[in-house]
């Protein structure tokens, strides 16, 4: 409850029984914990005797965070469609660019099945090249580049470049607490609101 991680990202499976966890980390080597009251945030890689009520739904929101290389100065700051895969693109001043600017990257969220993500239709590159798309049909172009031979200006398309992807469950599996297992569902966007 205080952000305390005794094992990081060396945790490789959590098995609870009882008033018992069991903790295999990076090498195969358990750690048994005892409890009184244990709290329960995520069950990837969870093993828990308490009954699942409810199934996860199998969807899930896709975060892109994208690199804006060329095509960063404009004054759009939302991008929508109705589309699930590149719902919506929302343009925030670039964190990677030192002092006082008005360069902008960019994060395009959608709202896929888990099984959508193995398919090369719904990966971060066809993301990229749906976002260039949008942002060229709206008006958002690159630096100058010279002029045409009839003496008109020359400028670079968008680009645009894959940096993170952030995947968030939705609907997740609903569990039904005991005496000593308590589980806490809660979303991203609740997550940062009761930290902002």
Known sequence: MEGLAPFGPSAKSVRIKDNVISNIVEGSTSIKINFEKCYVFDDDNLTVENEILQEASGEVRVFDWMNVRRGTTHGIDYLGSEDDFVRHIYFYKSERIDGNHNKKDLVAVSFLKEEDLQDFEYSETMARFKIQK????????????GLTHDGKQRKYNVKVEPDYRYIEPLGRRVYQNSERVEFINLTAEEVVMDYA
């Open 134 to 145: 949008e942002m060229s049909s709206h008006g958002i172009i690159g630096a100058k580049s």
